[in-house]
């Protein structure tokens, strides 16, 4: 069974990334985060909600916010919305339990988030 997600950045929603993988490393990840957050901080203003989703060639983006947080995952285009969503949401579930104490009186260090990648492997392509 084909992986669901591609690509997922973690960010807050000023844009500092916390966690990145990347299928092809051609974007530096904090240079994405930081366009994300514009992006959402934009569509925030233009209206309720922010941005959701968008397509760049055969691949779509799709931005969860949970908590003051950006999970964006992409993935093939063919690959329904409802199950990119609906695998962010686990995603989201898993960093929230596995760092709810690290993040109550966080220092800004997102070296804590480094190993995050080995709780959610099976959601990631290699």
Known sequence: MPKIIKDLWVLTDNGIVLFSKM??????????GALMSA????????????ISSFEKADLRFVIMKRRKF????????????KKV???LKQISDIFF???AKDLINWDSNV???SSFGDYIDKSLEK
């Open 70 to 81: 950006l999970f964006i995952g992409s993935s093939l285009k063919k690959m329904k919305e």
């Open 111 to 113: 070296s804590i988030f």
């Open 39 to 50: 992006l959402n901080k934009f569509a925030e203003a233009l209206s309720d909600g922010g």
């Open 97 to 99: 339990r596995i760092y």
């Open 23 to 32: 299928y092809d490393q051609k974007v530096n990840p904090q240079l994405f």
């Open 85 to 87: 969503i609906d695998e």
